[in-house]
């Protein structure tokens, strides 16, 4: 049977989110935000949270698209189970890349939508290269976003150990603990700016601890996973989005993609769009102009190649 968590209903970062229930396999449910109008003119935006993240990573982006995108456009944002306010799976080992990559299709079944653009951040782009890999004629076009086909040790080890830390504080403890944490990867954000964030990925219970957004079950599946450990690379599912326009972002302080793979990225796809975020770490921040912009151009890009190739078709 499927488990869910209790999340205070008022907590702050979901409350410009409404989301919607999507039933999935084994009675389980998935939620859903979309903003802008689903149809059959314009591809939706998918955007898939990284690792133990949930859809409150996207909101900023999700509004100042709508913006800079002409308004209107279709932007979907996810929690997979075991994120958010998605019910968690039955098991652990039941949690898994392929597992998030049919659930997404589940997902873009349901809304109708039978070609996307995928927007994957940290572990939801790896989710977007098995989507591609299983469905490739649902992708129109793939976002990675601090992602590529070889996970860092480093960063899975240091997530690992920042959230056990955090998680056994109580307290004013707590918020000096994450300010620590998140100051590293987002140094010219004021501590108020910190504390916001914190709400992404916990809220404070009565007693004053860390309470996450996320089954924890999805951490101690990272226990056996050493700092020096080299993982298994993904080139094959990275290959599997040559079905479609490619954009790569990768944020200045990461620890989830290393440079020298970035680098790889580039120059086995150049006709991606390649782009650096400065000044943040994982997960981006996303709310800044100049990079959703860049984001929109390739969207606006892909949709009015597409409109063109279905007009020539159709003549």
Not at 193 to 199: A, H, S, Y
Request: net charge neutral; with cysteine.
């Amino acid at each position: 049977m499927p488990r869910s968590r209790t999340i205070p209903p008022d907590h702050s970062v979901f409350t410009a989110l409404p989301a919607f229930p999507v039933a999935l396999a084994s009675d389980l449910r998935a939620m859903v935000h979309v903003s802008g109008q689903l149809s059959g003119q314009r591809l939706p935006v998918v955007c898939i949270p990284g690792y133990q993240r949930n859809m409150s990573d996207f909101s900023a982006f999700a509004q100042t698209f709508q913006r800079v995108g002409g308004g209107g456009w279709p932007v979907v944002l996810l929690d997979l189970p075991g994120r958010g306010r998605a019910d968690d799976r039955a098991k652990p080992t039941d949690y898994g890349t392929l597992a998030d990559a049919r659930d997404v299709a589940s997902i873009l079944a349901a809304l109708g939508i039978d070609q996307a653009i995928v927007l994957g951040q940290g572990q939801g782009g790896q989710v977007a290269m098995a989507l591609a890999t299983e469905h490739p004629l649902l992708i129109g076009g793939t976002v990675l976003l601090d992602s590529g086909p070889i996970a860092d040790s480093r960063g899975i080890v240091r997530l690992r150990n920042n959230l056990a830390h955090v998680e056994s504080l109580r307290g004013k403890a707590v918020v000096a603990g994450f300010r620590r944490i998140l100051g590293g990867d987002y140094p010219e954000l004021a501590q108020s700016q910190l504390d916001e964030l914190i709400g992404r990925s916990h809220f404070i219970d009565k007693r004053g601890r860390a309470r996450p957004l996320y089954d924890q079950r999805l951490i101690k599946a990272l226990a056996n996973i050493n700092f020096d450990d080299v993982l298994t690379p993904q080139w094959s599912l990275f290959g599997a989005l040559s079905c479609a326009p490619l954009m790569l972002l990768r944020t200045e302080f990461t620890d989830q993609l290393r440079r020298e793979t970035f680098a790889e990225m580039v120059r086995r796809r150049p006709d991606a769009v390649a782009l650096t975020i400065a000044g943040q770490g994982s997960p981006a921040l996303f709310d800044q102009s100049e990079e959703i912009e860049a984001v929109a151009d390739f969207v606006l890009r892909i949709g009015k190649r597409n409109r063109q190739t279905f007009m020539s078709g159709a003549l």
